[in-house]
């Protein structure tokens, strides 16, 4: 069902839907902090910064248009985190989400991990929709009936019921991050998963929730010497034994659990070195790598730094395979970028169902696709002004040169508020889901 | 030809490029090392930039260690080449010269490296010590450098002063306090593999003590480390005037009755 994705000419991008609040006054706990599609697509997460999740669900193809795909509506709405106080530093635990991952479906219920900085949560999300009527020892409000009033027995019966999802958390895994969680990767063995915080990588089963294993470990003995931290870390997607972490330092490396217990060693070690001409002060700050991917295939990964985009071929360590410049103008304003602190905002990325082509936000509320195959990029923006229904998306440009061309818009113009960090990709389809800061835009595909 | 994992190395001070800012600066030339006066007041307002975004840190719920560790990496960035261009030396000589007594008391902190200076022999040196800004104090604190071994700071200016602005914020790497190493805390405690930092505590129950009230932020892994804990700014009053010479280097007794400020010049001179 995948597409040759958005580079051929032949395709076009289409505004399908916005959620969120239309006001501009933007609530702090309504910023979105993750986008994620379950394994099938017909689920789409998001988290907030009020420790919110929102599951929306794809409604089924309508019989009358073919072409035509079902909406998302919301699901369940739930609270995941609250925020909490750590009483021994004086200081709040956001209850911020960082990260969500579906676990693939094993029965009618559907799981999910959820994490702010300290504690993981396993939800289990389940329909219900049949109420059993006709109880022996209880009666229809629930109160228990004298056993002795039983005259007959009767068989209850199932009767259908407005549908009800329900959120419960079956499992909290707390206690064992002194630092932030930034990633969380469900293992492909559906068993095990890790979390990373800024200096370890534990590895967690999913039954079990009083203990962990500490599989990286790049705290130094003395804390005077720290001078790079884990941004990302992500199992490999069909070896359960590998997976990869990213660092501030642009560096990222593939570790295998079976080399031994504790994989401060890497495996292979991905760095490009650094282009001279380019080196400033900020250099290290725009090399930090904000987020790493696999490739649905597993034979490559994707790693996203301030200024763009390198997908990586796991068989060569020495530089990337392709690199994608995301907004290469923001290179002569980083001073203004560490100024107000946008050089360090963390961009994620994504790959489409084929791995054809990858994605990322930017400033503006832009977005950017390139296409692998096609070697095409393309710039696009989710705005209100472009929200109605089934009209196409124009492609945006960022004039670098003196001269602007009509529809360009220049980079001093650029709104360095309305930026799109997370981005997800539907599985199987091309359908995308792109979060500003407190909306969520569902975009779709068609061939011409 | 690239070698590999050549990130920053500013060993080769003809070949560096100028740093990349908004007015952009113009390049000195590889050969000549000839600053010019805009790059360096461009590379002086980054310091001083970064500076106060890591004092922030303490202001933050939980500081991004992240952002923390990238921030400080770009100021030793700037130290290490300040330091080579002998502007370093000359910018903390005229901070020196410009100071004057200061109208209230402000955080001030001393801080004794002679015990350190063994555990750091293995390190390239490190002439001075991050002081924190404490808002609403409105104070700047201005780093001597004295001898390798002896690091005193003292009370300077306030901060409206653009010239002092935060460039006496210097930095041995991670003494920029508790953004990063407060976190660390709750882990020292427990674990039992870092058997130093326990010791350290067992050393000076004392301090544990005098310093009960006093926000954990200031507490920090530096702290432990060097037996001297961070004060705030009016612990040091107290601890001049009540407690012996526990919080202070290697300077004698505490003379209450003296000026505060005189007291650290003392120090100074006498170092």
């Given at each position: 069902m995948a597409g040759p994705g958005g580079g051929s000419s032949d395709v076009q991008w289409y505004f399908s839907q916005v959620k969120g609040a239309m006001d501009d006054d933007v609530a702090e706990a309504d910023i979105i902090s993750t986008v994620e599609f379950n394994h099938s697509g017909e689920l789409l997460a998001t988290g907030d910064k009020g420790g919110r999740v929102v599951i929306f669900q794809q409604e089924p193809e309508s019989k009358n248009q073919a072409q035509c795909r079902g909406e998302y509506n919301v699901y369940s709405t739930f609270q995941s985190h609250e925020p909490e106080f750590d009483y021994l530093k004086s200081l709040e635990i956001e209850e911020k989400i960082n990260k969500i991952r579906w676990l693939p479906q094993k029965n009618a219920a559907q799981f999910l991990l959820s994490t702010n900085d300290k504690t993981i949560k396993l939800w289990k999300i389940s329909e219900r929709d049949k109420r059993a009527e006709g109880y022996n020892l209880k009666e229809e409000d629930g109160r228990y009936r004298d056993p002795n009033s039983v005259t007959t027995l009767r068989v209850p019966v199932l009767r259908p019921m407005d549908l009800m999802v329900e959120a419960s958390p079956r499992r909290v895994f707390a206690n064992a991050h002194t630092y932030h969680i930034n990633s969380i990767s469900v293992n492909s063995d559906h068993e095990t998963y890790l979390s990373a915080d800024d200096l370890r990588i534990n590895l967690w089963h999913l039954e079990i929730t009083d203990r962990s294993f500490n599989i990286v470990d790049i705290k130094p003995a003395n804390m005077e010497e720290l001078t790079e931290v884990i941004t990302a870390a992500e199992f490999h997607p069909n070896q359960c034994n590998t997976f990869v972490y990213s660092s501030s330092k642009g560096t990222i490396r593939l570790c295998d659990m079976?080399?031994?217990?504790?994989?401060?060693?890497?495996t292979k070690l991905f760095e490009e070195p650094e282009d001279p001409n380019n080196r400033s002060f900020f250099s290290e700050i725009i090399s930090s790598i904000s987020d790493v991917k696999f490739s649905h295939s597993g034979r490559y990964m994707m790693t996203r730094d301030y200024l763009s985009v390198k997908v990586w071929?796991?068989?060569?360590?020495?530089?990337?395979v392709e690199t994608y410049q995301v907004h290469e103008y923001l290179r002569s304003k980083l001073c203004s970028l560490y100024e107000n602190d946008c050089i360090f905002d963390k961009f994620e990325c994504c790959w489409n169902g084929n791995d054809s082509v990858v994605m990322t936000g930017s400033y503006n509320n832009f977005f950017r696709m390139f296409d692998r195959g096609y070697r095409q990029d393309m710039t696009f923006e989710a705005s209100r002004e472009n929200s109605k229904p089934q009209s196409v998306l124009k492609p945006r440009k960022v004039s670098t040169g003196g001269k602007r061309k009509k529809d360009e818009i220049s980079v001093d113009s650029l709104d360095f508020n309305k930026k799109i960090l997370h981005t997800a990709w539907h599985p199987l389809d091309n359908i995308i889901a792109v979060a500003t800061i407190n909306n969520l835009y569902i975009f779709e595909n068609k061939m011409n | 030809m690239f070698t590999k994992g050549t990130k920053r190395k500013f060993s080769d001070p003809g070949e560096e490029p100028a740093s990349?800012?908004?007015?952009?600066?113009?390049a000195p030339s590889a050969a000549a090392r000839t600053l010019s006066s805009s790059y360096s007041l461009q590379r002086q307002s980054l310091l001083d930039m970064s500076l106060i975004k890591l004092q922030l840190c303490h202001m933050l719920?939980?500081?991004?260690l992240c952002r923390s560790v990238l921030i400080a990496n770009t100021v030793r960035q700037i130290q290490e080449e300040m330091t080579q261009d002998g502007t370093w030396h000359i910018m903390t000589q005229a901070l020196a010269a410009a100071q004057c007594p200061a109208d209230r008391l402000v955080a001030t902190e001393v801080l004794c490296r002679q015990t350190d200076a063994a555990a750091q022999a293995g390190q390239s040196p490190k002439p001075f010590s991050v002081v924190g800004l404490q808002e609403g104090y409105h104070s700047e604190e201005v780093v001597m450098e004295g001898d390798v071994e002896t690091e005193v700071t003292m009370s300077s200016l306030s901060p409206l002063s653009p010239q002092l602005s935060s460039a006496s914020y210097l930095t041995g790497p991670f003494e920029v306090g508790p953004c990063w190493e407060e976190e660390d805390e709750e882990e020292d405690h427990s674990e039992s593999s870092e058997p130093s930092l326990m010791s350290e505590h067992s050393r000076h129950p004392a301090l544990e003590e005098l310093f009960s009230d006093v926000d954990p932020s200031y507490y920090d892994l530096d702290t432990v480390l060097t037996g001297t804990p961070k004060m705030g700014p009016y612990d040091l009053l107290e601890s001049l005037s009540s407690?012996?010479?526990?919080?202070?280097?290697?300077?004698?007794?505490?003379?209450?009755?003296?000026n505060e400020l005189d007291h650290i010049m003392e120090i100074i001179v006498g170092s």
């Open positions: 079976r080399a031994s217990a504790l994989c401060d060693r890497h071929d796991l068989n060569m360590e020495t530089r990337p | 990349s800012g908004d007015p952009g600066p113009a719920v939980e500081p991004n407690h012996g010479p526990t919080a202070l280097s290697s300077s004698s007794s505490c003379r209450s009755d003296l």
